[in-house]
């Protein structure tokens, strides 16, 4: 039986990077196949080119024995080949059954598809109301959208992109069920991920990519996380460095019954929210996203502003009422999870950027002129000091990759000194290297005395950083406990409260 | 009630040319492009349809040519746009400078040489009795339009193709990724959207004048634009918004002619009411709660695709 | 041989400051062949168009008052472009400048005194930057497009002449014609170099770009405009308010297009007349945008088009081409400058071989 599909070195050169050097794999009937590698090894491209988006610049890709080439994602469809993406191509302002439409490439009557699509749900246990539109669903049910659309062309070969990430530790059992019912019914699966505990979960055979070249092709369940994790960035895995006997302080940031109102059409307000972060403490809040993180995260930075003053304090000093200039001066910072447009301006130059939120305390502003040298000195000790890969101060922002513009960033807040310093996704996007850098920084800030909250998605970021740990749910935030205390079960029913909060809180006392 | 009739008869006039080109841009902006120069494009159309006109003395090859010279003038923002990317504000303002000129020159030899105006499309012996009139007076334009109203709206809410026109305005990169020509969609919708102008440009000298005159759109292009926004993207209620924008010119020009107790206002005032009453709707739909969430959320984004 | 289009690294400067320079270029060449495909003297316009007002040095001072309302609305225009503020209905706000301005001469008619034009100009400013609060208050408070309301309001503004000057202000000497009376000495913009039409409008036009320029480039007010135009979002989270800096924007681009329009009637015209209303606000966005939104740039820009007003009156008594050339040459720059805007973030790559598999 030949391989449902095989590439032979495939080659694809972007201006300046070698995204895949001559990469060869293959993948059988009924196989749960990973491809394993960092932000930036060239998953991403590998698959697009499989799916037809782009093209390889050489080599060979053969379907079932044959040699093919896939001219664009309507081809691969037409081959029996369908993807899910890590970014969910869906229309918001449409419903569920047009959106599903859309995916079909044959006019198909409505209520035909309709009845089909009842079908394929009750078939893999998916739920979903044909009916609703996109916007008003959760992050989960607009995944199963995708996968039902993917379902519903029959595929013989299903492309899941980093399907996990925005999904609670129970949802991603249940995809693994549908994902392994699959397999079994014979349709190969090439599985995207960095995650390893999954793919030893899930995946019969692993193809590690790094800097766009194959690194390895195994079989997880004989690899360690440990030993798959050191192919997949090349060197050995440092951990993070902590003072021994550190003890935590006195309350430094204090949050009490913080709210926000609902701004958006379909943004999570914050409800009722308080907690206390100490001296020397990291204070982790894990949840699904479109929990209420951002509000969460602008309501302490000061971009949503509280009517109550006492909602966020710094040493008893109240900051509610206070902008995010404001707050800044009394030394709270905040960087927010979309680096680009939010957290900095990408057609700006750094230096322009460290202007942004810097310029007050760092004395660049007298009687309303912009020192500029001043700017360009302290951005040139952030790239120093958080090794920024960028020419210079004058490089735009948009020019630095996603990883290197985190550090930028992380750095231009951390040489502020804040006394608390807010994060929401500090490591999102940034290959290994550059976050263990993030995450020894913010231990050393930490560890010099300030408070530090890290809002994420990634369980493992947060088991591995914090000292304590809360759950975001529906903008409500569950009891804080220490992280040696609790279970990633514990946390799972907690972040799963999307769909029953009052269970969730009673299933964890607090 | 022959007065009535004659009034309701001129609000048709007036309201016809804004309706067309208010639908095409309906399109036009449902694929996510907001595309400006409606009033050039008109004007465009405006000098193409009078000289077809003026030549032919064959009104539908005059509003044909009208069509393919809007539709030709709307490719050069085509182009600029959604090949190379340009500022759609930018690019659609200038297009509205290029009409003004292109016409202007181009009308130059024509000036005070009347055309014969489009007539009714119906034989005269339909149209007899007053009320008859109103059903059977107009010329074809008219009756285009309600068509258009009815097509458009059926094509965006009941064809594939006009669900994969939405689609591309409300998410392009989706739709780019599911394997649709945003493009090719967007060179359509801007297409379709420069012919409709065109049409309505020539009605202009078709319709309501049969002279040529430098910018004898007088901002209608705009008012187009504004009733697309006030109208929530919606084509029916483009139809009422157009019909009640009819009523406040039809206004002016019974004061203007100084009938009874509408000259008491200054006729300026009522030449200004148009676009004052633009400034009123578009405030008092923005009032609304649900004002902006039908907009396509692609609206004047440049495409860009990161391959 | 193929060409293909290769994103930069970095967004070229070069390119930021070729590309006007090109677009006109090309509009010359380009203007020259279509206009003698249709039948007129193509190398002839362009020729009276573009060259004959710089080499003729009469013409000079005629470019420079014409220059002056084009640099004065396009550096407040180029202000608020910055900060995606979109005030297109700078001509109606050149238009209540005006007529604030003539309020205030007629208000004093037949006085003398040096505070008379003080008084004007900052009665122009400030009818100028009124008339903007309009479309500005919407756009905070219920966010109705700015470039709609402006855009009526000019035709509205315009309305209000006519009605002024046949009724209220009409002269009552002017023998019937629509228009104010002849302003008394004290309110008539002095000239500067004697024996010319070289009003003090342009050395004020020359002020305005250079102080927008320093504000632009070295203030914290010039960081405001940009970061919010750039990234509303991260605007907010660096401590600055959108709405403030709209208000912002439109005021200061009103209150400079209201500036131009009573340095106009107080100059060149001396009374308010039908004809008052020139397009210098619609010019001017062109300007702002041949300028680079860059001050300094509208200074060059400001005096291209002034040279095609003044050179397309040149072509009409010469050549008689139409006046309305003007603005088709006027167009192509725009467009030529949009076109070649890629190029700014963009390189033109050959490609030489043809790619494995048809790669795009």
């Known amino acids: 039986m030949p391989h449902r599909l095989e590439l032979t070195g495939i080659t694809k050169r972007f201006p300046g990077v070698l995204a895949n050097d001559n990469v060869s794999f293959a993948v059988r009937p009924g196989e749960i196949h990973a491809l394993l590698g960092e932000n930036g090894a060239g998953k991403s491209t590998l698959v697009k080119m499989i799916y037809g988006i782009m093209q390889p610049d050489a080599g060979e890709i053969r379907w079932n024995g044959q040699p093919i080439s896939v001219a664009n994602p309507k081809a691969a469809r037409k081959l029996g080949i369908g993807m899910v993406f890590q970014h969910f191509s869906l229309f918001e302002a449409l419903t569920v059954l047009e959106n599903i439409a859309l995916g079909m490439d044959s006019k198909i009557p409505s209520r035909e598809l309709e009845a089909r699509i009842r079908q394929v749900m009750s078939t893999y246990g998916l739920l979903l109301d044909p009916h609703r539109t996109v916007a008003t669903l959760s992050v989960g049910e607009r995944q199963r959208i995708e996968i039902v659309r993917a379902l519903l062309l029959d595929p013989k070969l299903l492309i899941m992109d980093e399907p996990t990430s925005v999904l609670t530790p129970q949802e991603v059992e249940q995809l693994f069920e549908v994902l392994r019912k699959l397999a079994a019914q014979g349709c190969s699966i090439l599985y995207i991920s960095h995650k390893l505990h999954e793919i030893k979960a899930l995946c019969d055979t692993a193809t590690i990519l790094r800097g766009g070249k194959l690194v390895d092709t195994c079989d997880p369940r004989q690899e360690t996380s440990r030993s798959m994790a050191e192919k997949m960035i090349g060197a050995g895995l440092k951990d993070i460095v902590r003072a021994a006997g550190r003890s935590l302080g006195e309350p430094k940031l204090v949050v009490s019954r913080l709210s926000t109102v609902k701004t958006g059409h379909f943004e999570v307000p914050v409800d009722d929210v308080s907690f206390t972060v100490r001296v020397g403490e990291i204070f982790g809040i894990a949840g699904v996203a479109g929990n209420g993180q951002n509000a969460l995260l602008d309501a302490l930075s000061g971009e949503i502003r509280s009517d109550d003053k006492n909602a966020v304090a710094i040493d008893g000093y109240p900051l509610g009422l206070l902008d995010t200039t404001g707050r800044r001066k009394h030394g709270l910072c905040a960087v927010p999870e979309e680096r680009n447009g939010h957290a900095a301006v990408s057609d700006f130059t750094l230096s322009d950027n460290s202007i942004l939120t810097a ?34 101060p004058a490089s735009t922002a948009g020019s630095l990759s996603g990883g290197n513009l985190q550090k930028y960033i992380m750095g231009r807040e951390i040489l502020q000194k804040p006394s608390v310093l807010v994060v929401s996704q500090p490591t999102w996007g940034v290959d290994a290297g550059a976050a263990a850098a993030i995450h020894q920084s913010l231990v050393d800030l930490a560890a010099a005395g300030s408070a530090i909250v890290v809002i994420s998605q990634d369980l493992d970021e947060l088991r591995a950083l914090c000292d304590t740990l809360a759950v975001i749910n529906m903008g409500r935030l569950s009891a804080a406990r220490p992280v040696s205390e609790v279970s990633v079960e514990e946390i799972g029913l907690l972040m799963g409260g999307v769909h029953g909060t009052a269970e969730a809180h009673d299933a964890v006392p607090a | ?44 159309g405006a000098i193409a349809g009078f000289a077809a006109q003026f030549y032919t003395g064959n009104p539908y090859l005059a509003l044909l040519a009208g069509a393919f010279a809007g539709a030709a003038t709307s490719m050069i923002f085509g182009f600029l746009t959604l090949s190379l990317s340009a500022n759609q504000t930018a690019t659609g303002l200038a297009l509205t400078i290029f009409g003004t000129g292109f016409s202007a020159l181009a009308g130059a030899p024509f000036s005070a040489r009347p055309i014969e105006l489009m007539r009714p499309l119906f034989p005269a012996e339909l149209a007899t009795h007053p009320m008859w009139r109103v059903l059977f007076g107009y010329s074809a334009p008219v009756y285009f339009s309600f068509f258009m109203v009815f097509a458009i709206w059926y094509f965006l809410k009941k064809t594939r193709a006009g669900l994969i026109l939405r689609a591309v305005g409300e ?18 919708a801007v297409m379709f959207g420069g012919a409709m102008a065109g049409i309505a440009g020539a009605c202009f000298p078709l319709l309501l004048t049969p002279q040529w005159a430098e910018r004898m759109t007088a901002g209608r292009g705009w008012i187009a634009v504004a009733l697309v926004v006030f109208a929530s993207w919606k084509p029916f209620r483009l139809l009422a918004g157009a019909y009640l924008f009819g009523l406040v010119m039809t206004m002016e020009l019974y004061a203007k002619a100084g009938g009874g107790p509408l000259s008491i206002i200054p006729s300026e005032l009522w030449a200004a009411l148009p676009y004052l009453a633009t400034i009123v709707v578009l405030v008092l739909i923005s009032l609304r709660r649900d004002a902006s969430t039908n907009a396509p959320a692609c609206l004047g984004k440049p495409f860009l695709p990161s391959n | 041989m193929q060409f293909r ?11 930021v400051y070729a590309t006007p320079v090109a677009a006109v270029l090309l509009t010359m060449i380009v203007g020259a062949i279509i206009f003698s495909l249709i039948g007129y003297d193509g190398i002839g316009a362009v020729r009276e168009i573009f060259l004959t007002p710089l080499t003729n040095s009469y013409k000079w001072q005629d470019l420079g008052i014409k220059a002056a309302p084009l640099i004065i609305i396009g550096v407040g225009l180029s202000i608020a472009y910055r900060a995606n503020v979109w005030n297109i209905g700078a001509e109606g706000q050149y238009v209540m400048g005006g007529l604030a301005g003539t309020w205030v001469a007629l208000a004093t008619y037949g006085m003398t005194g040096p505070w008379i034009l003080p008084l004007m100009i900052l009665a122009g400013v400030v009818g100028g930057a009124l008339y903007a609060a309009i479309p500005a208050f919407f756009k905070v408070r219920l966010n109705v497009n700015e470039i709609l309301t402006s855009l009526m309001l000019t035709y509205a503004s315009v309305q209000l002449i006519y009605y002024l000057i046949r009724a209220p202000w009409k002269d009552p000497m002017g ?186």
């Not at chain 2, 399109?27 to 409606?38: P, Y």
């Not at chain 3, 290769?6 to 400067?13: A, G, V």
């Not at chain 3, 030489?352 to 795009?360: D, E, T, Y």
Request: charge should be positive.
């Open chain 2, 171 to 188: 998410n392009d990169l989706s739709a780019h990724s599911i394997g649709y020509s945003v493009k090719g969609v967007r060179y359509a």
């Open chain 3, 175 to 360: 023998m019937g014609f629509p228009q104010t009376r002849l302003f008394s000495e004290a309110a008539r913009l002095p000239t500067v170099i004697p024996g010319t039409i070289v009003h003090l409008g342009v050395p004020i036009a020359i002020l305005v770009a250079f102080v927008a320029w320093f504000i632009m480039s070295r203030s914290v007010f010039g960081y405001q405009m940009k970061v919010v135009g750039a990234a509303p979002h991260a605007a907010r989270y660096g401590g600055f308010s959108e709405s403030k800096t709209i208000w912002l924007a439109m005021l200061v681009s009103g209150g400079l297009a209201g500036l131009a329009g009573i340095l106009e009637v107080a100059g060149p015209f001396q009374r308010m007349v039908p004809g008052f209303p020139t397009n210098y606000g619609f010019t001017a966005i062109i300007v702002a945008f041949l300028g680079r939104l860059n001050p300094l740039g509208v200074i060059f820009a400001g005096v291209v088009m002034a040279i095609t007003f003044v050179g397309g009156e040149v072509a009409q008594t010469t050549i008689g081409l139409p006046n309305a050339a003007t603005g088709i040459f006027q167009a192509m720059v725009l467009f030529f400058l949009l076109a070649g805007d890629i190029l700014v973030r963009y390189r033109l790559r050959r490609v030489s071989s043809i790619p494995a598999s048809g790669a795009a």
């Open chain 2, 1 to 44: 009630m022959d007065i009535t009739i004659a009034i309701f008869i001129t609000l048709v006039g007036a309201a016809t040319p804004i309706l067309i080109a208010a639908l095409g841009e309906l399109v036009v902006e449902k694929a996510g492009v907001l595309n400006l120069g409606v009033e050039g494009m008109m004007l465009v």
């Open chain 1, 359 to 392: 310029r007050d305390r760092l004395g660049m502003v007298m009687l309303g002129l912009i020192n500029s040298g001043a700017a360009k000195t302290y951005t040139g000790k952030v790239i120093a000091d958080f090794a920024v890969k960028a020419l210079g």
């Open chain 3, 5 to 15: 289009l290769e994103k930069r690294q970095e967004p070229s400067q070069l390119m």
